[in-house]
């Protein structure tokens, strides 16, 4: 046997398309954002809230990625902000090649705000940077509880918790505080945002701390 | 379950390391998983073993050691692995942790067989 030594990590190719990803958002001043959660935690819901609030001081655009249909773009362009869709054919989560490909077809002039809504999955778009400043998790209430500590990898690797469906507690079984000691537990740095995207509780302060990002961004 | 891709990228890996004419030669690829990369090593094996049956590499499996999660506390600086993925300190129950390594997906090392036990 002879043995080739290699030491390469196999999504190195990902990673360095995310680099360049990173970069033109530096350039660029553009403050991204990846959005990742279970699907139907409510990441477009989320979107939607927060171009009614910041939609007046700000350019956003947006890029949507779904396994079928482009049903999220169609809800996000009824806010007139430019949005891409990718469509995965099955694949469960985003790639940073398949985010440089939307960038090439977005009109990026003058945009502060870019949201990336990842396919709805908790495990598979851990792994995948695609070059954002922040990974922002979304994780409702009717999911219970326990789900930072099931699935660790996606807590561990966003930097701010969006605890969404607040409005739903007095009628599910998820007690706030304890989910929130299970998320702090993996990842003691997480931001936490407590929202309700049905009644508008929490966008505010959510929206207050895009706006101070993207200051910083600039 | 996207181990599908993850296998796909090791096999490109490996193409960029062996010489063309040796590829039929592989037999071992040594892959470090770390159990917060999002792979379930079974699964990659099942789809690598799927990406390469009826083709020149067909003799080639995965070799995938499976690596602790090893955090060390900001705090008190004790080093520990983590069971079950709990995120605090096992000496003074800090969470104020750096993961020192447990996210690890890499090819490490490829083994060929000599000319001579090719035909094995």
Sequence with gaps: ?218 | MHELGIAQNILEIVQQAVPKEQTAAVRSIRIRVGPLSGVVPDSLEFCFQAMVNETEMQNASLAIEQLPAILTCKKCSYRFQTKDLEFFCQSCGSSDLELVSGKELEVVEIELAEESDQSL
């Design chain 1, 1 to 218: 046997m002879s043995v080739i030594t290699i030491e390469r990590k196999v999504l190195e190719k990902n990673d360095q398309v995310a680099s360049r990803n990173r970069q033109l958002f530096r350039d660029q001043g553009i403050f991204a954002l990846n959005l990742v959660s279970s699907p139907g935690a409510g990441k477009t819901s989320l979107l939607e809230r927060s171009f009614q609030e910041l939609q007046s001081s700000m350019k956003i655009a947006v890029i949507e990625g779904d396994v079928q249909t482009d049903l999220d773009a169609q809800r996000v362009a009824r806010y007139g902000v430019p949005v891409i869709q990718i469509v995965t054919m099955g694949g469960c989560h985003l790639e940073a090649g398949l985010v440089e490909d939307a960038l090439g077809k977005l009109n990026l002039n003058g945009v502060d705000l870019l949201f990336i809504e990842n396919v709805g999955n908790l495990v598979c778009p851990a792994g995948y940077d695609l070059g954002e400043a922040v990974k922002v998790v979304i994780l409702s209430t009717t999911e219970g509880d326990d789900k930072p500590l099931k699935y660790p990898a996606m807590f561990l690797n966003s930097s701010v918790l969006i605890v969404n469906k607040v409005d739903l507690m007095p009628y599910v079984n998820c007690d706030l505080n304890v989910l929130k000691g299970n998320a702090l537990r993996v990842n003691p740095n997480l931001k936490i945002f407590e929202t309700s995207c049905f009644t508008g509780a929490g966008i505010s302060e959510w929206c207050e701390w895009l706006r101070r990002k993207d200051a910083s961004a600039k």
